[in-house]
């Protein structure tokens, strides 16, 4: 424990200026995996090259031609984007057109302003190619005729557009197969063995209903019950292939098709022996465990090496999840392995692990033969990347959250026994800094490349509260640095960049189709010159079955500039994609990376694995470098990132009892989207819906409220599921179970929530006669939603409940819909016409207008009125961060207690951290019950500014309102004045003077004169 604390303290500083490292200017040494690299003595691959047609259509338009080429040799050819009806002609043509967005209604100007019509091209593989290679175009359906295109620019980055940017000619990645099974499979991770053979291994994913590889159909009726529907059993299998002399091995399954695998990583050591880390889920707690994969017998001279995995060893014990590890060589004989270890009271941290000749142990020896101080470094940190470089340096680089936004920090270790402890900080300027990815040169400088995003991530952002914080995944650009002669540089060339705030929540598709660029890769080619990849955004909601898309562009970095980017081929799927950077043996990269053919194969939804080859001509050009100037931090932001702490904590420490009973109250909300809604291109990765929650917002529980998980797709959901339970931390975070289901009005968008795993999304329900639709389904669609709640223990709430999305309340189960949406942070207030923040109807004269439609008849006060038993929360829908929260009045902190308590409506809706105690005698928010005198209650509200105003409702109408009080603080104790039989229902809000709300779920009491 002193080794890590020593090794903990030490991130306090910047001390990066080591001896170590030298004041020498670096000369060129020998890098492990650029030596083993070369051991393949692989040729080049062919160069790509994509025709792409259609880049101006205003409608679908026939684009088919053929393309003939001089001066080199085609060996394969590919369409692109094709669908179905497309296809390529012997020997050298097509048939083929452009195409309207996938999802976009028809006879829409809107959405065709910003959703183009889908370009389609032809992908050619060139080999032999000679200086004067060019192309021959012809497309005669746009009077195009022999149209002769130079590739020497092309072959170099540079895109040629033709015919007035109607069609262009560029380079791209050439891209093979890899795993292209029935599993999905997705994150890749690939090293070289010391022969200089290429292991790549991956989680393949085995669906089970192959009906929702896309999206599951609607019911032709009721099911008799929904047994089929709970489905705990894993599915995830660990697979690893060999490249050898231009062919690949069969594929080596590691691991059996049941488990629940995080991410994985790989490593050979010099003996030749490779190992796959990974992190399973074994008795619901994630740990890490390695596999080595070795000769079965020595080869004969008539056939290749056959290589078996041997015993499974595990790596970690810990009570909470070990995840995301990444292995590098030290040497040829040392691994070293870093991964984010979750604590039970403190949250993530980076912990190492050594492999010596085979061997694991906590014990990581330094170069010159010490051991490091410690094996665990910083504190909420997230994203431990290992790199090594010459001379046996090695570097650990995380990001890690500081008060108010993520930072960079690691340790550096140099040959021999000195060290850079605690590099921290990359930038200190209180920006998003996340996602670092590294890489060591020949020159021994570490390079290093991560996500920058703007002040304020994930605070105060929403329809009605929009100036003071910024959403999740509105601005993100790359940025990279390097450490030279023990000091933090940069290029001189920029990538592109954002403004920090893009946009406003109503824009709609205006703010998906904006460009962003995540998720950055650094690695050298075989020549030592460095490459950056990134995830670059593109399209819209309409754009594909699952809605935006991302592609991942590579730039080489070549003396002031970088190269222009270049498409990786079969690269688009989701925004979280983390391909593997390594060098070619013929000098240019290699990259190993995952697609689900969203954007090339639209029609078709399938993860897969890829890997490319990219170059460019020309030497080496030594980059140009200055000094990185971190910038400094914004003091009142330090401030209030304090206070904010103080809040959360207070809130946090809060008891409250009645009736025998503790209450603790437990923040959280279940309605955030990501990328995995089909319009959740602006709303970020499924990770930093995590990082949100536990980070910036603070949150004791959250839940994923993606539209059936990703339009009811087997593999997005099972990604939720794995993700809810790899995040959970016990008494500390609390991820539920939860999705959104979107059915429009009368019915209503309803978020599920669940306590256990494998709860499968329902599809609606079809009503085959027009006549009696509603809503375009079946008019008892809600009703089989309830039944499959109560057979499987979940339970639901109404969302933005008076507008387009929302319901008239013809359908209420109390049972399963204990509680509603009264507030939404992308929205409005549902309490009642002319509520604070509620929305009027936008025909008339007065704001705010409400967001979404207008539907009156959905307003909250309405169903109260009727009688029924609803309780209040609050939550977040698209975009909105931080000012949307559900508090649960929970006696024990887990999923069942969470569940149980908003169940029982013992939870309250607030746009602040404000403590809000309601009672009467024994009973609590939420409790219905019954009295002979009249009704009294106790109320205490802890803001977090000045109140403004406490109001007690009765039956949605005021009965006492207490205002001009000073403080934060406010406590009375009050009895209705004018009681009368019957049961009414009694509610508090509070209003501070800074604007924010709470609201107390009602009690119901039937009052006997």
Same mark, same amino acid.
């Given at each position: 424990?002193?080794?890590?604390?020593?090794?903990?303290?030490?991130?306090?500083?910047?001390?990066?200026?080591?001896?170590?490292?030298?004041?020498?200017?670096?000369?060129?040494?020998?890098?492990?995996?650029?030596?083993?690299?070369?051991?393949?003595?692989?040729?080049?691959?062919?160069?790509?090259?994509?025709?792409?047609?259609?880049?101006?259509?205003?409608?679908?338009?026939?684009?088919?031609?053929?393309?003939?080429?001089?001066?080199?040799?085609?060996?394969?050819?590919?369409?692109?984007?094709?669908?179905?009806? !497309?296809?390529?002609?012997?020997?050298?043509?097509?048939?083929?057109?452009?195409?309207?967005?996938?999802?976009?209604?028809?006879?829409?100007?809107?959405?065709?302003?910003?959703?183009?019509?889908?370009?389609?091209?032809?992908?050619?593989?060139?080999?032999?190619?000679?200086?004067?290679?060019?192309?021959?175009?012809?497309?005669?359906?746009?009077?195009?005729?022999?149209? *002769?295109?130079?590739?020497?620019?092309?072959?170099?980055?540079?895109?040629?557009?033709?015919?007035?940017?109607?069609?262009?000619?560029?380079?791209?990645?050439?891209?093979?197969?890899?795993?292209?099974?029935?599993?999905?499979?997705?994150?890749?991770?690939?090293?070289?063995?010391?022969?200089?053979?290429?292991?790549?291994?991956?989680?393949?994913?085995?669906?089970?209903?192959?009906?929702? &590889?896309?999206?599951?159909?609607?019911?032709?009726?009721?099911?008799?019950?929904?047994?089929?529907?709970?489905?705990?059993?894993?599915?995830?299998?660990?697979?690893?292939?060999?490249?050898?002399?231009? /062919?690949?091995?069969?594929?080596?399954?590691?691991?059996?098709? /049941?488990?629940?695998?995080?991410?994985?990583?790989?490593?050979?050591?010099?003996?030749?022996?490779?190992?796959?880390?990974?992190?399973?889920?074994? *008795?619901?707690?994630?740990?890490?465990?390695?596999?080595?994969?070795?000769?079965?017998?020595?080869?004969?001279?008539?056939?290749?090496?056959?290589? &078996?995995?041997?015993?499974?060893?595990?790596?970690?014990?810990?009570?909470?999840?070990?995840?995301?590890?990444?292995? %590098?060589?030290?040497?040829?004989?040392?691994?070293?392995?870093?991964?984010?270890?979750?604590?039970?009271?403190?949250?993530?941290?980076?912990?190492?692990?050594?492999?010596?000749?085979?061997?694991?142990?906590?014990?990581?020896?330094?170069?010159?033969?010490?051991?490091?101080?410690?094996?665990?470094?910083?504190?909420?940190?997230?994203?431990?990347?290992?790199?090594?470089? $010459?001379?046996?340096?090695?570097?650990?680089?995380?990001?890690?959250?500081?008060?108010?936004?993520?930072?960079?920090?690691?340790?550096?270790?140099?040959?021999?026994?000195?060290?850079?402890?605690?590099?921290?900080?990359?930038?200190?300027?209180?920006?998003?800094?996340?996602?670092?990815?590294?890489?060591?040169?020949?020159?021994?400088?570490?390079?290093?490349?991560?996500?920058?995003?703007?002040?304020?991530?994930?605070?105060?952002?929403?329809?009605?509260?929009? #100036? !003071?914080?910024?959403?999740?995944?509105?601005?993100?650009?790359? =940025?990279?640095?390097?450490?030279?002669?023990?000091?933090?540089?940069?290029?001189?060339?920029?990538?592109?960049?954002?403004?920090?705030?893009?946009?406003?929540?109503?824009?709609?598709?205006?703010?998906?189709?904006?460009?962003?660029?995540?998720?950055?890769?650094?690695?050298? #080619?075989?020549?030592?010159?460095?490459?950056?990849?990134?995830?670059?955004?593109?399209?819209?909601?309409?754009?594909?079955?699952?809605?935006?898309?991302?592609?991942?562009?590579?730039?080489?970095?070549?003396?002031?500039?970088?190269?222009?980017?270049?498409?990786?081929?079969?690269?688009?799927?989701?925004?979280?994609?983390?391909?593997?950077?390594?060098?070619?043996?013929?000098?240019?990269?290699?990259?190993?990376?995952?697609?689900?053919?969203?954007?090339? =194969?639209?029609?078709?939804?399938?993860?897969?694995?890829?890997?490319?080859?990219?170059?460019?001509?020309?030497?080496?050009?030594?980059?140009?470098?200055?000094?990185?100037?971190?910038? =400094?931090?914004?003091? /009142?932001?330090?401030?209030?990132?304090?206070?904010?702490?103080?809040?959360?904590?207070?809130?946090?420490?809060?008891?409250?009892?009645?009736?025998?009973?503790?209450?603790?109250?437990?923040?959280?909300?279940?309605?955030?989207?990501?990328?995995?809604?089909?319009?959740?291109?602006?709303?970020?990765?499924?990770?930093?819906?995590?990082?949100?929650?536990?980070?910036?917002?603070?949150?004791?529980?959250?839940?994923?409220?993606?539209?059936?998980?990703?339009?009811?797709?087997?593999?997005?959901?099972?990604?939720?599921?794995?993700?809810?339970?790899?995040?959970?931390?016990?008494?500390?975070?609390?991820?539920?179970? %939860?999705?959104?289901?979107?059915?429009?009005?009368?019915?209503?968008?309803?978020?599920?929530?669940?306590?256990?795993?494998?709860?499968?999304?329902?599809?609606?329900?079809?009503?085959? #006669?027009?006549?009696?639709?509603?809503?375009?389904?079946?008019?008892?669609?809600?009703?089989?939603?309830?039944?499959?709640?109560?057979?499987?223990?979940?339970?639901?709430?109404?969302?933005?409940? @008076?507008?387009?999305?929302?319901?008239?309340?013809?359908?209420?189960?109390? *049972?399963?819909?204990?509680?509603?949406?009264?507030?939404?942070? !992308?929205?409005?207030?549902?309490?009642?016409?002319?509520?604070?923040?509620?929305?009027?109807?936008?025909?008339?004269?007065?704001?705010?207008?409400?967001?979404?439609?207008?539907?009156?008849?959905?307003?909250?006060?309405?169903?109260?009125?009727?009688?029924?038993?609803?309780?209040?929360?609050?939550?977040?829908?698209?975009?909105?961060?931080?000012?949307?929260?559900?508090?649960?009045?929970?006696?024990?902190?887990?999923? *069942?207690?969470?569940?149980?308590?908003?169940?029982?409506?013992?939870?309250?809706?607030?746009?602040?951290?404000?403590?809000?105690?309601?009672?009467?005698?024994?009973?609590?928010?939420?409790?219905?019950?019954?009295?002979?005198?009249?009704? /009294?209650?106790?109320?205490?509200?802890?803001?977090?500014?000045?109140?403004?105003?406490?109001?007690?409702? =009765?039956?949605?109408?005021?009965?006492? @309102?207490?205002?001009?009080?000073?403080?934060?603080?406010?406590?009375?104790?009050?009895?209705?004045?004018?009681?009368?039989?019957?049961?009414?229902?009694?509610?508090?809000?509070?209003?501070?003077?800074?604007?924010?709300?709470?609201?107390?779920? $009602?009690?119901?009491?039937?009052?006997?004169?």
């Amino acid at each position: 424990m002193q080794r890590r604390r020593a090794l903990l303290a030490a991130t306090v500083g910047i001390m990066v200026a080591i001896a170590a490292i030298g004041q020498q200017k670096p000369t060129a040494q020998s890098l492990l995996v650029l030596d083993w690299a070369k051991k393949a003595k692989e040729a080049a691959p062919p160069t790509a090259i994509v025709i792409e047609m259609g880049l101006k259509d205003a409608q679908a338009k026939p684009w088919s031609g053929k393309a003939v080429v001089s001066g080199a040799k085609v060996v394969h050819r590919e369409g692109y984007r094709f669908r179905e009806g !497309d296809k390529l002609t012997e020997p050298d043509g097509w048939v083929a057109s452009s195409h309207r967005p996938l999802r976009a209604p028809p006879k829409s100007p809107a959405i065709v302003a910003v959703e183009p019509v889908a370009t389609v091209g032809v992908v050619l593989h060139l080999t032999d190619i000679q200086p004067d290679a060019a192309l021959r175009l012809s497309v005669p359906d746009h009077e195009i005729k022999d149209l *002769q295109v130079s590739l020497k620019e092309i072959l170099s980055g540079q895109a040629k557009a033709l015919e007035g940017g109607r069609l262009s000619v560029r380079l791209v990645s050439t891209a093979t197969p890899v795993a292209t099974a029935k599993t999905e499979d997705d994150f890749p991770a690939a090293c070289y063995g010391p022969d200089g053979t290429l292991w790549v291994a991956w989680i393949g994913y085995h669906v089970q209903e192959d009906n929702r &590889r896309i999206e599951p159909p609607q019911l032709k009726g009721q099911p008799k019950d929904f047994k089929a529907y709970q489905t705990s059993e894993f599915g995830d299998q660990l697979f690893v292939k060999s490249f050898k002399d231009g /062919k690949w091995s069969d594929a080596i399954a590691i691991t059996d098709a /049941k488990q629940d695998l995080v991410r994985c990583a790989i490593a050979a050591e010099g003996d030749g022996t490779v190992w796959a880390v990974y992190s399973a889920n074994r *008795q619901g707690k994630f740990h890490l465990f390695a596999t080595p994969i070795r000769p079965a017998a020595k080869p004969d001279d008539q056939g290749p090496t056959v290589w &078996r995995p041997g015993r499974e060893e595990r790596l970690t014990t810990a009570e909470a999840s070990d995840l995301h590890a990444s292995v %590098t060589n030290i040497s040829h004989n040392r691994l070293l392995l870093a991964y984010q270890h979750w604590r039970l009271d403190q949250g993530p941290c980076i912990q190492f692990l050594g492999c010596e000749k085979g061997k694991w142990s906590e014990s990581v020896r330094e170069p010159g033969g010490g051991e490091m101080a410690g094996n665990s470094i910083g504190g909420r940190a997230w994203n431990p990347v290992a790199a090594s470089g $010459p001379g046996e340096h090695y570097a650990v680089v995380h990001d890690e959250y500081l008060g108010s936004n993520y930072e960079l920090g690691g340790a550096v270790i140099s040959a021999p026994g000195s060290r850079a402890l605690g590099w921290s900080v990359v930038d200190s300027a209180g920006r998003f800094n996340a996602r670092p990815a590294i890489c060591y040169d020949l020159q021994s400088r570490l390079w290093v490349a991560y996500e920058e995003g703007p002040e304020l991530w994930g605070k105060d952002f929403g329809a009605l509260d929009a #100036d !003071d914080g910024n959403p999740l995944y509105f601005s993100r650009t790359i =940025k990279v640095v390097c450490l030279e002669d023990g000091k933090l540089k940069r290029p001189v060339a920029e990538l592109p960049s954002l403004p920090p705030r893009v946009g406003s929540p109503d824009t709609g598709a205006k703010v998906e189709a904006l460009p962003r660029y995540a998720y950055p890769k650094i690695g050298i #080619d075989g020549k030592g010159r460095v490459w950056v990849t990134y995830r670059q955004k593109f399209g819209t909601r309409y754009s594909s079955h699952p809605g935006s898309y991302w592609l991942t562009m590579a730039r080489r970095l070549d003396g002031d500039q970088w190269s222009p980017p270049i498409e990786v081929a079969h690269s688009d799927g989701l925004l979280d994609d983390r391909p593997v950077l390594l060098p070619h043996p013929a000098g240019g990269l290699r990259i190993i990376h995952n697609t689900d053919g969203r954007y090339s =194969k639209p029609e078709v939804i399938d993860n897969q694995i890829y890997m490319s080859y990219l170059d460019l001509p020309g030497d080496p050009v030594e980059p140009k470098l200055v000094a990185h100037d971190a910038g =400094k931090k914004d003091e /009142k932001l330090v401030a209030r990132a304090k206070k904010e702490k103080e809040a959360v904590q207070r809130i946090r420490d809060y008891r409250l009892e009645a009736g025998g009973k503790k209450y603790q109250l437990l923040r959280g909300e279940f309605h955030r989207h990501t990328e995995i809604s089909w319009d959740g291109g602006p709303d970020g990765s499924l990770e930093d819906m995590f990082r949100y929650g536990i980070d910036a917002a603070g949150m004791d529980w959250i839940g994923n409220g993606d539209h059936d998980s990703g339009a009811g797709r087997e593999y997005c959901w099972w990604l939720i599921q794995k993700y809810t339970d790899a995040f959970h931390v016990p008494n500390r975070f609390t991820p539920m179970f %939860t999705y959104e289901r979107s059915v429009s009005y009368p019915h209503g968008h309803r978020n599920c929530m669940f306590a256990q795993r494998g709860v499968r999304t329902l599809p609606r329900l079809a009503e085959p #006669d027009k006549e009696k639709a509603v809503a375009g389904i079946h008019a008892d669609d809600t009703k089989m939603l309830y039944r499959y709640l109560k057979e499987l223990n979940g339970i639901c709430a109404s969302h933005t409940s @008076a507008t387009g999305m929302g319901t008239d309340w013809r359908d209420h189960d109390p *049972q399963v819909e204990p509680f509603v949406e009264i507030y939404q942070g !992308d929205r409005n207030n549902y309490e009642f016409q002319g509520a604070p923040r509620a929305g009027y109807d936008p025909k008339g004269n007065m704001k705010p207008f409400s967001i979404g439609g207008w539907q009156p008849k959905g307003f909250v006060n309405l169903p109260l009125l009727e009688g029924r038993r609803l309780g209040f929360q609050a939550s977040s829908d698209h975009f909105s961060t931080h000012i949307s929260y559900c508090v649960v009045l929970a006696e024990k902190h887990d999923r *069942q207690g969470i569940l149980d308590a908003c169940r029982k409506r013992h939870c309250y809706g607030a746009t602040d951290d404000i403590i809000l105690d309601v009672r009467s005698g024994t009973q609590i928010m939420g409790d219905e019950f019954k009295t002979k005198e009249a009704p /009294k209650f106790e109320i205490k509200v802890i803001g977090t500014a000045p109140l403004a105003k406490v109001t007690i409702l =009765k039956n949605s109408e005021p009965a006492v @309102a207490f205002d001009g009080m000073k403080g934060a603080e406010f406590q009375t104790a009050w009895t209705d004045p004018k009681p009368t039989a019957g049961t009414h229902y009694y509610y508090v809000r509070v209003e501070q003077a800074d604007g924010e709300l709470a609201w107390s779920s $009602p009690m119901w009491i039937d009052c006997t004169k």
